[in-house]
């Protein structure tokens, strides 16, 4: 029997909307790792006030993209600047339609002259091997995909653990007995413990300073049990999956736009090779802002963003249209609700702490004006006392202190009007800077 692909879902449902719309979705949190540890709070304030470990071994999908072809494929379907990428180097790797939407990012790592590693949610790596496969590039694939869906289960090939915090490089020191070699945000270095070879990446998140250890599963166990014995007398705290989903609303990445695939002609050949049993036919959609068409989900890196890593100095898939979009005034702007706290606990707590709060529904963002914009990730943040939303808004609305409020439930989908009156609460919120965090949003990549 012949595997589904998204085109067969899409014909199915009805349409891409009818297929995707999930009312009340239960929102993504990472496979394998515990929910809580010593609970969402504490491993929240171990980022912004200790030490904290974070497990990324499981969630991550690895496409391994080698050979002469591999930097001309990535060059000629994503926007970043190739000239310079140095091995050692990563880059958040974005590619667009033809139309200027994004299909979805992806981490990418330069491992040799001719070898990269994509990781990151599936959608990016899915678009790059088929135009490989399609455009005859000479490259070989190797994938590892998330312990949720790897066939056979089994082990991943890489560990992945994040040491966070202002007591991260305190704990790194100790552990390896010196300090790791002064690296520039987003490059790695390589590290032994112990006779063990893996790499060291400089990677920080809501602002605080750390590293991202990646080496070979054979050594995972080996290094986690450092990590912990080390961290013992430091109060290092071990991060679950509640707690992980968060940092995100604080550092400004959107962890799930749409991506543009679902209604060009001309890539009815892309969504018949796709499986309907991926992220793009199983990301849900929900929230209170609906629409029958899927295009009015679709973002323009430029919204998310992005617009620095835009390279025009080499040709790539979707140039002219993100040329044509540069000075684009109607594109929305990329904010951070903050949430008033009362409202939260009348909406979401019933006059209580509503505690732990974590969606990626699209809700309306609305002013006396109307429909002004679109939440994509909600989450409570204890250290701040309410929920953040990163939300794109339009620019009218973008200043700081613009005071707005969040249509908070789940729209039915077709067959309703999509602005029809639900009689939905409204929570206020004040638009404020994205990333949310000053660190986060002024020095992450000054030594890029």
């Given at each position: 029997?012949?595997?589904p692909?998204?085109?067969?879902g899409?014909?199915?449902?009805?349409?891409?909307?009818?297929?995707?719309w999930?009312?009340?979705?239960?929102p993504?949190?990472?496979?394998?790792?515990?929910?809580?540890?010593?609970?969402?709070r504490?491993?929240?304030?171990?980022?912004?006030?200790?030490?904290?470990?974070?497990?990324l071994?499981h969630?991550?999908?690895?496409?391994?993209?080698?050979?002469?072809?591999?930097?001309r494929?990535?060059a000629?379907?994503?926007?970043?600047?190739?000239?310079?990428?140095?091995?050692?180097?990563?880059?958040?790797y974005v590619?667009?339609?033809?139309h200027?939407?994004?299909?979805?990012?992806?981490?990418?790592?330069?491992?040799?002259?001719?070898?990269?590693?994509?990781?990151?949610?599936?959608?990016?790596q899915?678009?790059?091997?088929y135009?490989?496969?399609k455009?005859?590039?000479d490259?070989?694939?190797?994938?590892?995909?998330?312990?949720?869906?790897?066939?056979?289960?089994?082990d991943?090939?890489?560990?992945?653990?994040?040491?966070?915090?202002?007591?991260?490089?305190?704990?790194?020191?100790?552990?390896?007995?010196a300090?790791?070699?002064?690296?520039?945000?987003?490059?790695?270095?390589?590290?032994?413990?112990?006779?063990?070879?893996?790499?060291?990446?400089?990677?920080?998140m809501a602002?605080?300073a750390g590293?991202?250890f990646?080496?070979?599963?054979?050594?995972?166990?080996?290094?986690?049990?450092?990590?912990?014995?080390a961290?013992?007398?430091?109060?290092?705290?071990?991060?679950g999956?509640l707690?992980?989903?968060?940092p995100?609303?604080?550092?400004g990445?959107?962890?799930?736009?749409?991506?543009g695939i679902?209604?060009?002609?001309?890539?009815?050949?892309?969504r018949?090779?796709l499986?309907l049993?991926?992220?793009e036919?199983?990301r849900p959609?929900?929230?209170?802002?609906?629409s029958?068409?899927?295009?009015?989900?679709?973002?323009s890196?430029?919204?998310?963003?992005?617009?620095?890593?835009?390279?025009?100095?080499?040709?790539?898939?979707g140039r002219?249209?993100?040329?044509?979009?540069?000075?684009?005034?109607s594109?929305?702007?990329?904010v951070?609700?903050?949430?008033?706290?009362?409202?939260?606990?009348r909406?979401?707590g019933?006059?209580?702490?509503?505690?732990?709060?974590l969606?990626?529904?699209?809700?309306?963002v609305?002013?006396?004006?109307?429909?002004?914009?679109?939440?994509m990730?909600?989450?409570?943040?204890?250290?701040?006392?309410t929920?953040?939303?990163?939300?794109l808004?339009d620019?009218?609305?973008?200043a700081?202190?613009?005071?707005v409020?969040?249509?908070?439930?789940?729209?039915?989908g077709?067959?309703?009007?999509?602005g029809?009156?639900?009689?939905?609460?409204?929570?206020?919120?004040?638009?404020?800077?994205s990333?949310?965090?000053?660190?986060?949003?002024?020095?992450?990549?000054?030594?890029?």
């Amino acid at each position: 029997m012949a595997i589904p692909s998204l085109q067969d879902g899409i014909d199915k449902a009805g349409s891409p909307i009818d297929l995707l719309w999930k009312p009340g979705a239960e929102p993504w949190t990472p496979e394998v790792v515990a929910r809580e540890y010593t609970g969402w709070r504490q491993e929240q304030a171990a980022w912004h006030e200790g030490v904290a470990l974070l497990n990324l071994s499981h969630h991550m999908y690895d496409l391994w993209i080698e050979g002469p072809g591999a930097t001309r494929l990535l060059a000629d379907h994503g926007v970043n600047n190739f000239e310079k990428f140095a091995v050692g180097q990563a880059k958040q790797y974005v590619p667009v339609t033809r139309h200027g939407h994004i299909v979805t990012d992806g981490i990418l790592a330069r491992e040799a002259e001719n070898a990269y590693l994509l990781s990151g949610i599936p959608a990016a790596q899915h678009w790059v091997q088929y135009h490989a496969e399609k455009g005859g590039y000479d490259v070989a694939f190797e994938t590892d995909a998330s312990s949720a869906f790897r066939p056979g289960g089994g082990d991943p090939k890489l560990f992945r653990y994040q040491i966070q915090g202002p007591g991260a490089l305190q704990l790194i020191e100790k552990v390896f007995g010196a300090p790791i070699p002064e690296t520039k945000f987003f490059h790695a270095t390589p590290v032994t413990l112990d006779g063990r070879a893996f790499k060291a990446l400089r990677h920080g998140m809501a602002g605080q300073a750390g590293y991202e250890f990646i080496g070979p599963w054979e050594h995972a166990a080996f290094v986690h049990d450092a990590f912990l014995r080390a961290g013992e007398p430091l109060g290092l705290i071990q991060v679950g999956a509640l707690a992980y989903a968060t940092p995100s609303v604080e550092s400004g990445w959107i962890p799930s736009p749409v991506p543009g695939i679902y209604t060009d002609p001309e890539l009815a050949e892309y969504r018949k090779w796709l499986p309907l049993f991926g992220i793009e036919g199983k990301r849900p959609l929900n929230g209170s802002y609906f629409s029958g068409n899927i295009e009015d989900f679709y973002v323009s890196p430029y919204e998310l963003g992005y617009g620095k890593m835009i390279h025009f100095g080499h040709d790539f898939h979707g140039r002219d249209a993100l040329l044509k979009a540069k000075d684009d005034e109607s594109l929305r702007k990329k904010v951070t609700l903050v949430f008033d706290p009362d409202d939260v606990r009348r909406v979401l707590g019933g006059g209580a702490d509503p505690g732990f709060v974590l969606s990626y529904a699209r809700h309306r963002v609305e002013t006396s004006a109307g429909l002004v914009g679109v939440t994509m990730q909600t989450a409570s943040i204890d250290p701040v006392g309410t929920l953040l939303s990163q939300t794109l808004i339009d620019a009218a609305h973008a200043a700081p202190g613009t005071e707005v409020v969040v249509v908070w439930g789940e729209h039915p989908g077709t067959g309703t009007d999509p602005g029809a009156d639900l009689g939905f609460p409204r929570l206020r919120a004040t638009v404020q800077p994205s990333p949310y965090d000053r660190h986060a949003r002024t020095e992450y990549r000054r030594n890029a």
